[in-house]
């Protein structure tokens, strides 16, 4: 099989796999929290570094939020079946990096990796990560090329794949609704929130022997979990995320 088929049966599957298979790439962590003590040498110097992986995850769900809030219809969407593109999106955060979202994604998860505090399981996390996008993200452009044509070639010609460049910012003439975003994106948060209470009680509880958990976290973990409850339930019952030019 000729290397580019190849690329793009695996980006194929990855595509449809893609909202399951990253939990896979955090696994090796259980192992990392099988050693002694806690990160970065005490608990208040870990509170610290916690907190700088807490905000690295958040950014990448901020990308992800700011980037929703200005897509028109049938883009960017979470379909896993088949490839769905209505139109083109070269403006705001498209403007400055062809897929925003897997950069947020890639925030994410860098974000949350780096909580244990082990280099090798960073840079593990990285090489997966990075190797399983690429795939992705070949199957979508040959899809976006196929059906745009010199459109899309011109747009991938001038804008970054994966790390954006500022200056080539161009505000979205859809304009912005954080109404709809909060709505499509809020998981998103409730999973990085779920994920970081999860990740601490490990490493804490691994340090001292013991289970333990820092309250304030988990307090906000159950926060989330309330007002992901309550959005999913919007969703479902009320218009109250429903935009008219926006599709879910």
Known sequence: MMLRNRLQRDGQWLFAQRGYLPVVILLPAFAVLLRNGYPMGGPERYGAWLA??????????IVRL????HVPSHTSGRNRKEQVAGSLNTEGSYSMVRNPLYFGNCLSWLGLAAIPCSLPLWALVAVVFWAYHE??????????????GNAFRNWAERTPAFFPNPTLWRPPSFGYSWRYALGREFEGFFLVAQAIAVLDTLVRSAAERRFTYQPGIAA????????????RWARKKTQLFRVEGRSW
């Open 52 to 61: 700088v992986c807490t905000i690295l995850a958040l950014a990448g769900q």
């Open 66 to 69: 700011v980037t929703i809030a």
């Open 135 to 148: 795939r992705v993200i070949y199957t979508e452009e040959s899809f976006l090329e196929g059906k745009f």
């Open 220 to 231: 906000a973990a159950l926060a989330m979990a309330i007002a992901f409850i309550a959005v």
